[in-house]
């Protein structure tokens, strides 16, 4: 199994962390260069735009539960708040827990990042990860420093990962692009948004169907928008509806086969 310190799209999507100061006025991001004609075009959500979804769907605190499964087999539980601060600050935390036996295998791990709602965008500003297994406990702790436009991450991070990373305007963690992404998708939309995470920066594309489809989750059935990133062999599903503040679904790829698997079964 892919090592599950939260796995970046999941579990740095578990994202809620917590953290200390920075704030400076977001710019609007560049506009992207034009794509081949053959390709799709991808939709970059420009300030106003944001400003203007949330003000539509506000952020709203929220508790959700999932399931956990790993290449189909039930692994656990795990849970998804979104919590409201003070002076604009927000907190989301992904908690995953591993049941009975299955608590050996490493699954017992939470993310969590503090932010910022500014104008509709998601600011970062902390993030902490811990992953608890028989014999070992793993921690991570990234700031990202908005004065200074650099992210940095300590703890049991690789050496490759340890030095700063610029940041640009619009960059987020895993979790924070999970909320961005409920708030973006519409039938057949392309969104890009650039993950910057655990030492690592780079372009997160999702490509959303072009019509909504049933879907249940626990008792109660919704028309569900899949997004896709990557690829059937090695990429992460989202499934998402309107009016739910948070993923119906999330699923890794992994080799071909289905990995990690978050399902929903209720909120409030």
């Known amino acids: 199994m892919r090592q599950l310190m939260l796995t970046s799209a999941l579990c740095t999507s578990l994202v809620l962390g917590a953290a200390p100061p920075a704030t400076a006025q977001v710019q609007p991001q560049p506009a992207p260069q034009a794509e081949a004609a053959s390709e799709p075009a991808i939709t970059v959500i420009e300030p106003l735009d944001r400003a203007a979804a949330f003000a ?3 952020l709203e605190p929220f508790v959700a539960s999932y399931e956990v499964y790993n290449k189909g087999r039930r692994l656990g539980e795990a849970t998804m708040e979104l919590v409201r601060g003070s002076n604009n600050r927000w ?3 992904l908690n995953m827990r591993g049941t009975g ?11 969590s990042v503090v932010f910022e709602e500014r104008e509709g965008q998601l600011l970062p500003i902390s993030q902490a990860t811990s992953q608890r297994a028989l014999v070992s406990n793993r921690r991570q702790v990234g700031v990202y420093d908005w004065k200074a436009r650099r992210a940095t991450w300590r703890g049991d991070v690789r050496e490759s990962r340890r030095d700063p990373v610029p940041l640009q305007d619009g960059d987020m963690p895993g979790l924070l692009i999970n909320l961005a992404v409920i708030r973006d998708a519409s039938p057949g939309v392309r969104l890009r948004y650039r993950y910057v995470d655990g030492g690592r920066a780079r372009e997160h594309i999702y490509q959303a169907e072009s019509a909504t489809d049933g879907y ?3 008792e109660i059935g919704y028309q569900a928008l899949r997004l896709q990133r990557g690829d059937a062999s090695d990429g992460t599903e989202l499934w998402v509806a ?5 993923p119906l679904r999330v699923l890794q790829h992994e080799d071909g086969a289905d990995g990690i698997d978050l399902r929903l079964i209720e909120y409030k």
């Open 56 to 58: 539509e769907h506000p």
């Open 216 to 218: 249940e989750a626990g």
């Open 242 to 246: 309107s009016g739910v503040p948070t």
């Open 91 to 93: 907190r989301i935390d």
């Open 101 to 111: 036996l299955l608590r050996l295998t490493g699954l017992n791990a939470e993310q």
